[in-house]
Nanobody, 121 residues
Framework: VQLQASGGGLVQAGGSLRLSCEAS????????MGWYRQAPGKQREYVAG???????TLADSVEGRFTISRDNAKKTVYLQMNSLKPEDTAVYYC????????????????WGQGTLVTVSS
């Protein structure tokens, strides 16, 4: 399984970015997909997840600002990030769950390489 994340960059506070994560070597539609992030000096944290049935969850810190979606035909999961804040600065990683459910996220060991998001104040 390969997960290729892209879309990061430098943006001013209040701006928007859309991250993409394209999967290969896997039956994408059968698995939950998620986004995590790791800021400098901090542990990796959960950001958003989407099950194979398109149920979504968001961390409280991004609720109302971020949206996760998936396109099974393109084997791609997206993270739309609006109203970005400096505290959103981090390397963002996509993850493929081990099963269709959101509960499987973070447990499969299937991680992308990360894409850096920097939000300036």
């Amino acid at each position: 399984v390969q997960l290729q994340a892209s879309g990061g960059g430098l943006v001013q506070a209040g701006g928007s970015l859309r991250l993409s994560c394209e999967a290969s070597g896997t039956t994408f539609r059968d698995y939950a997909m998620g986004w995590y992030r790791q800021a400098p000096g901090k542990q990796r944290e959960y950001v958003a997840g989407i099950s194979s049935g398109r149920t979504t969850t968001l961390a409280d810190s991004v609720e109302g600002r971020f949206t996760i979606s998936r396109d099974n035909a393109k084997k791609t999961v997206y993270l739309q990030m609006n109203s970005l804040k400096p505290e959103d600065t981090a390397v963002y990683y996509c993850n493929r769950g081990g099963r269709p459910s959101l509960a499987s996220l973070g447990t499969s060991g299937q991680w992308g390489q990360g894409t850096l998001v920097t939000v300036s104040s």
